[in-house]
């Protein structure tokens, strides 16, 4: 079965500074990673996805992610956070094998501090 | 583009009533999902759907139930609300054609059943 861990429920950076999210999963057959966010009130937003090829993905707002199969890993990282990035974030797996189900991390909250 | 819609934004339930979360999607996108979101727990899938006519259950299916007769609209029915069934509850959608694409998720209805 699919799993998603996310270890830290709280991050906290200063603004400026580089930030990371951590993530591992665990899949049978190919993982598709998705990374998500949510601000305060709102539904979740896209910010970007490893499929397959080059195992660093750039997304939006300068966000990018590193694919790590041997650690089966796919942090989430921005060079300068910003106050704004503050919010929730989400990562996401689907397996290969089975179909439509994503299965979701728990969140980690992320706090840039100005 | 009005996206993925969804109603009411809250609603407050006595113990035993019932109700209907509306959603619908103006992308012509296949494949509709319900997920529920609660503290620290991650998004879980309730119910999906891969077109018109088809339906399946999710991760938590208990207490609720659907429909898709159109490929625009996904309500989810709770019968007998219960206060274990207080939430926020988000539609999201897929295109679908492989499952490799992201989701897009309405801002959500938070429901409180007393």
């Known amino acids: 079965a699919q799993s998603v861990a996310q270890p830290e429920d709280q991050v906290n950076v200063a603004e400026g500074n580089p930030l990371t999210v951590k993530c591992t999963y665990s899949?049978?057959?190919?993982?598709?990673l998705f990374w998500y966010v949510q601000y305060p009130n709102r539904g979740l937003q896209f910010l970007l996805k490893?499929?397959?090829?080059?195992?660093l993905v750039k997304g939006s707002y300068g966000f990018e992610a590193e694919f790590n199969k041997s650690q089966t890993s796919f942090h989430l990282k921005k060079p300068s956070a910003l106050v704004s990035d503050s919010a929730l974030y989400f990562c996401?797996?689907?397996?290969?094998?089975?179909?439509?189900?994503?299965?979701f991390g728990p969140g980690t909250r992320l706090s840039v501090l100005p | 583009n009005a996206g993925v819609t969804q109603t009411p934004k809250f609603r407050i339930l006595k113990i035993g009533q019932s109700m209907t979360l509306q959603c619908t999607q103006d992308?012509?996108?296949?494949?509709m999902y319900w997920y529920r979101q609660d503290p620290g727990m991650g998004l879980k899938l309730i119910y999906y759907s891969v077109g018109a006519g088809i339906t399946d259950k999710g991760e938590v299916p208990n207490g609720y139930n659907v429909s898709r007769s159109t490929t625009e609209d996904f309500p989810l029915r709770l019968e007998l609300a219960a206060p274990s069934q207080t939430s926020v509850y988000f539609c999201?959608?897929?295109?679908?054609?492989?499952?490799?694409?992201?989701?897009?998720f309405g801002e959500g209805s938070r429901l409180t059943v007393l």
């Open positions: 999201a959608t897929s295109p679908g054609q492989a499952n490799t694409g992201e989701l897009f």
């Open positions: 992308m012509n996108h296949n494949y």
């Open positions: 899949v049978s057959g190919n993982p598709y």
């Open positions: 490893y499929i397959t090829g080059d195992n």
């Open positions: 996401a797996v689907r397996d290969s094998n089975y179909g439509q189900n994503f299965v």
